[in-house]
């Protein structure tokens, strides 16, 4: 029986170790930066880099490298046995996986290293209660691309945007695994994001706003006439312009435009259906065979058209994975509302109260562009 069990385990250790080696590719992997949130024992709390690339863990049946990026969290606890008339306690520890799946045993080593704010500290195994990891992007090798006004990792509740001059506040979103690191969930009727801008999109003759998003209730049926959630709404602090800049899914966008819908004030508006032509996300065909799994989502315009082989001359382009789903030629006598920044606040919303707030949405790098960005499905990026 014993055999068997061996046998069994190094079947399954071998599994685990082929399936946690598996990486999405070195050059996406390379912009993410784990971070650690560590409790100790005595209820302290700080947040640090950590020093070490993987945990080794030791089980009965073996030993297991596990590289720090597949692992979410490490909860230390004392295990307790008995062997014959002694009581046997020592240092154990559970690593928690994305798929909340867990693995027990002990760490191989005394010690454990971290980055922090302060300086850099080395922590017994002893002193800590547990580690919870998080996949955040590096918003600082971005910051230098051409023409990017705002890269939002949208990967913790409270990111540091100043390097792009923008404001994030973050009400009751939860962090969730996405499709490269971590995203944030807004699954309440009044969880929401709001990014407070240094410019105004109304004024940019051209411009791209791109995300990742993930719609949990693909099949659920359409009703009313908010959107279905709406992505995102940018909004100023008053005029006609306020909530008319809008990209997201919706039965109908009350003038007769349904499926995946865009509209920019002054502008132009496009939809991939017409109002009841569809019921609810899945129907419309846009996100395959996969329509609650991740998909890439951009709203691109210019005013005097884009040079797109599909879309020549078109004001406004919506695109799902990279691909062309939508267009529109400029609105008859359309002009971009003239807006100084610094007159108005704008702000881009997600998950705002023109949706149906009770339908969830996860989103990750939210970027937006200074100019009209080609379509290029995501892995060519």
């Not at 598996?22 to 409790?39: C, H, L, N």
């Not at 020093?51 to 049946?61: E, G, I, P, Q, Y």
């Not at 997201?248 to 502008?267: C, E, H, N, Q, W």
């Not at 004001?315 to 008859?332: E, F, S, Y």
Request: aromatic residues 8%; charged residues 20%.
């Amino acid at each position: 029986m014993t055999r068997q069990v061996q046998v069994l385990m190094r079947v399954l250790l071998a599994g685990a170790v082929c399936c946690l080696t598996q990486t999405p590719g070195a050059g996406a992997e390379a912009d993410i930066v784990i971070k650690a949130k560590v409790t100790l024992l005595d209820g302290s709390q700080f947040f640090g880099t950590p020093r070490f690339s993987s945990v080794a863990l030791v089980m009965d049946f073996g030993k297991l490298d596990i590289p720090l990026g597949k692992v979410a969290s490490l909860n230390f606890f004392k295990e307790k046995s008995r062997v014959g008339a002694y009581n046997i306690v020592k240092d154990s520890v559970k690593v928690g996986f994305a798929n909340k799946d867990i693995l027990s045993g002990k760490l191989d080593g005394a010690t454990l290293e971290f980055n922090t704010i302060f300086n850099d500290v080395r922590l017994e195994l002893q002193q800590i209660k547990s580690i919870a990891f998080f996949k955040q992007r590096d918003i600082a090798r971005a910051a230098s691309d051409p023409g990017l006004l705002l890269y939002a990792p949208l990967d913790m509740e409270q990111s540091d945007l100043s390097v792009f001059g923008v404001c994030m506040e973050a009400q009751k979103a939860r962090v969730v695994e996405g499709h490269l690191g971590d995203a944030l969930l807004l699954d309440s009727a009044d969880a929401r994001i709001t990014l407070h801008l240094p410019f105004s999109p109304y004024t940019m003759p051209e411009g791209t706003i791109e995300f990742w998003a993930k719609l949990p209730q693909p099949r659920q049926h359409f009703s009313g006439g908010k959107g279905q959630p709406w992505f995102f709404s940018v909004e100023t602090s008053g005029g006609r312009s306020n909530n008319q800049f809008f990209f997201g899914f919706a039965g109908s966008d009350t003038t007769g435009k349904a499926g995946l819908v865009g509209r920019i004030y002054g502008l132009a508006a496009a939809g991939t259906h017409t109002a009841g032509a569809v019921s609810n996300i899945a129907e419309t065909g846009l996100l395959r065979d996969t329509p609650d799994g991740w998909h890439h989502y951009a709203i691109i315009w210019k005013a005097d058209g884009v040079d797109f082989p599909d879309a020549r001359g078109k004001a406004l382009v919506l695109t799902v994975d990279g691909r062309i789903v939508a267009v529109a030629d400029k609105d008859n006598n359309g002009t971009l509302t003239a807006r100084q920044a610094g007159t108005d606040d704008f702000r881009l919303v997600i998950h705002d109260g023109n949706s149906d707030c009770t339908r969830p949405v996860a989103m990750s790098d939210l970027k937006i562009w200074s100019h009209a960005k080609q379509p290029k499905p995501p892995e060519e990026e």
